[in-house]
Nanobody
């Protein structure tokens, strides 16, 4: 059973930083993509960033380019989302998700999801 567990969320002031972690377990896929998504209260889910497990490519939504960086540590089966210069509009529940046998894209469906971690940015 594929499991994804997010951590690292919290409360931070505008301009601050957080690092989210997504630990993946319970699978054997040679190639896969990990995506980070977020959902603010009353809004739809938004794709934020993704990375292919071999680190061959990554994508970012426009609103986080230059502020967020995604990285993968295959030895730890962990994907990180480094978030800098945080803004109140970044406040949301952040989810990681996995899609096997594909390179990352913000525009594909992901089959496996974590439970989410709350990020709150105060103004």
């Amino acid at each position: 059973e594929v499991q994804l567990v997010e951590s690292g969320g919290g409360l931070v002031q505008t301009g601050g930083s957080l690092r989210l972690s997504c630990v993946v377990s319970g699978f054997i896929f040679v190639d896969y993509a990990i995506g980070w998504f977020r959902q603010a209260p009353g809004q739809g889910r938004e794709a934020v960033s993704c990375i292919t497990n071999d680190d061959s490519n990554a994508e970012y939504t426009d609103s986080v380019k230059g502020r967020f960086t995604i990285s993968v540590d295959n030895a730890k089966n962990t994907v990180y989302l480094h978030m800098n210069s945080l803004k109140p509009e970044d406040t949301a529940v952040y989810y990681c998700a996995l899609e096997p046998y594909t390179k990352c894209s913000l525009h594909i469906a992901y089959d496996y999801w974590g439970q989410g971690t709350q990020v709150t940015v105060s103004s």
